[in-house]
């Protein structure tokens, strides 16, 4: 699996959703399962649940509270497929530790908080988030942009089995609840100084007016972007090393670009200063004077270079009248990034004192994942050594052991992705054994399909038609993703089908696979739908027993009124 596919598993619908309620109920979860090893000066003990796997701003992180925090998120995003179970234990311990450092800061600022202080941030930090998993469903189209709580809730419960404001709710009692259990009180504390930290940071940001205006400045730049598909990472790179030589020889920044991009758009580009600030590829930028080029920069994957040709105000036209008010957010804004990027910086592997090697491993891969500003080339040789490094990594324990080989295909296939088609080639061989090994531990039916491709690819045909059969046979529901893989297995099998060097009974087992499929689906729905007769006729004769009683009730209420009438009564 590529680094895009990687990171398209939280691209699609419903799933952002999911991660809104694991932020809202996480914390809650972790109160429940008791941990709070962070806080406590336990040493290490002789027992399993008791080995320290890593030591995060000097707190023991151990086993157990690992095992926990796991358990949480998978109960919040089931799946079996590699990424997922890759996204699941980074996620989980991300989670703890953040969680510690967090603790750690909040110490080093002497933020602590009363239970009634604590309450109070969960409750504004409860509501943040649903308003954040309702955005999110409006986004993507989950919900109508002018849908109203009530359809949020209805649209929440079809995902989750609860809608958004019972899971809100439950969170908040069980955060109160915890907060009076000895055993759940420091955790559930624990779980609201990010909100407590962020809060003082805001308080005491002082950034100035003359920030605030510098923050409206828009940097007019030529882009220089080194995008042939037809290259390769290292190629493209390699050429823009090339353009920066004659740059700084003295070459016309005009001229460099009918060179090596000809099809670059000549028109400027405008970016805000803060854009710019916000993201770690483009902050070289920042340094540059008018008439100055960048380095090398990595812009969405791409080398690009780039020529500053002047700094605008960029002032709005209201400025003046609101700018107290403007200055008042600008600051908020800037006390959030600071507090994320000291987080951040604090929860780098290298900070970190690890226990179970295979836990490092798993950290440091997940870094190259998502590490921003890196050079295709970096990433490539960054990703090459992890992919090597996981040939030596030898777990400590059992979950370390289970998530070796899980990251070893999370390492080769970010790496993979980074190759050329001439280097994927080579390193096709290699490719197709890590497919083989991730589908003995798991089954999972895009990992057959992108088996199958690669052994296509490699001229291994009737190999190929045999796991593009096992890709069919694991097709088990009928569900709108099911259908996806049918309709992609199908394609396939349309396409190998004019194939002279396939063979026709090696795709005929793909084509009794599909009848199998069709015919059990006409079964299972033939089924639901007589379910759903005896349903709708039970609830019809239901409600005719209720309407045949309902009227003789009204009727025996009717009689005894005449007869008391008729008595005198």
């Known amino acids: 699996m590529s680094i895009v596919q990687l990171r398209q598993l939280f691209d699609k619908k419903g799933c952002q959703v999911l991660l809104g309620v694991i932020g809202l109920l996480l914390a809650i979860g972790m109160l429940n399962s008791g941990s709070c090893g962070f806080f406590g000066n336990n040493q290490a003990g002789t027992t399993l649940e008791d080995q320290v796997v890593a030591t995060v701003a000097g707190q023991p992180l151990k086993y157990k509270e690992l095992t926990e925090a796991l358990e949480q998120v998978r109960k919040s995003r089931p799946g079996s497929d590699p990424s997922t179970q890759f996204q699941t234990a980074v996620q989980a311990l991300d989670s703890l530790v953040t969680s510690a450092v967090t603790a750690n800061l909040a110490k080093s600022h002497n933020v602590k908080l009363t239970d009634s202080q604590a309450t109070e941030l969960f409750k504004t930090e409860n509501q943040a988030q649903v308003e954040m998993v309702r955005s999110q469903m409006i986004s993507q189209g989950v919900v109508k942009p002018d849908a109203d709580m009530k359809a949020v809730d209805a649209a929440f419960k079809k995902m989750q089995g609860v809608t958004l404001t019972e899971a809100s709710q439950a969170a908040q009692t069980d955060f109160e609840n915890s907060l009076k259990d000895p055993a759940r009180h420091e955790a559930a504390i624990r779980s609201v100084l990010i909100a407590a930290l962020r809060d003082k940071y805001r308080k005491e940001a002082n950034d100035s007016l003359d920030d605030l205006k510098k923050s409206y400045e828009e940097f007019v730049l030529l882009r220089l972007p080194f995008d042939d598909a037809a290259k390769s990472e290292q190629d493209r790179t390699a050429s823009a090393d090339k353009a920066i030589a004659e740059l700084d020889a003295g070459a016309k920044f005009a001229a460099v670009m009918a060179k090596y991009n000809a099809k670059a758009s000549k028109e400027p580009m405008k970016l805000a200063r803060e854009l710019v600030s916000s993201q770690e590829s483009l902050k070289p930028i920042l340094d540059l004077k008018p008439g100055q080029h960048s380095q090398v920069v990595n812009q969405f994957g791409t080398p690009t270079i780039f020529l500053l040709q002047s700094i605008n105000p960029g002032l709005p036209a209201n400025f003046e ?67 090597q490094k996981g040939e030596t990594v030898t777990a400590k324990t059992p979950i370390g052991e289970s998530l070796v080989g899980l990251t070893k295909f999370a390492a080769f296939s970010l790496y993979y992705g980074t190759l050329s088609e001439d280097e994927k080639a080579e390193k096709r061989g290699e490719w197709i054994d890590v497919l083989n090994r991730a589908l003995e531990d798991t089954e999972d039916t895009g990992l057959r399909l ?113 007869e008391k009438k008729a008595g005198g009564g």
Not at 336 to 355: F, M, P, V, Y
Not at 468 to 482: C, H, R, V
Not at 519 to 533: G, H, N, S, W, Y
């Open 321 to 387: 009248k609101n700018k107290d008010q403007i200055l008042q957010s600008f600051r908020q804004t800037m006390a959030d990034r600071r507090l994320s990027d000291e987080i951040t910086k604090l929860k780098s592997a290298k900070n970190i004192q690890w226990g179970d090697p295979a836990l490092e491993y798993l950290y440091e891969v997940n870094e190259a994942l998502t590490s921003q500003g890196t050079s295709p080339a970096e990433r490539a040789k960054t990703l090459s050594a992890l992919v």
């Open 450 to 562: 992108q088996l199958y491709d690669a052994e296509l690819q490699e001229g291994n045909f009737e190999e190929a038609a045999v796991t593009l059969k096992g890709a069919m046979a694991s097709i088990y529901g009928y569900e709108a993703n099911d259908l996806a893989m049918l309709g992609e297995v199908k394609a396939r099998l349309d396409s190998a089908a004019k194939n002279p060097k396939m063979q026709k009974e090696w795709l005929q087992g793909v084509r009794d696979e599909i009848q199998r499929w069709e015919t059990e689906r006409a079964k299972a729905e033939a089924e639901q739908r007589q379910l759903d007769e005896e349903q709708k006729k039970f609830m019809e004769e239901d409600a005719k027993r209720e309407a045949e009683e309902q009227a003789k009730l009204e009727a025996d209420k009717k009689a005894a009124a005449a």
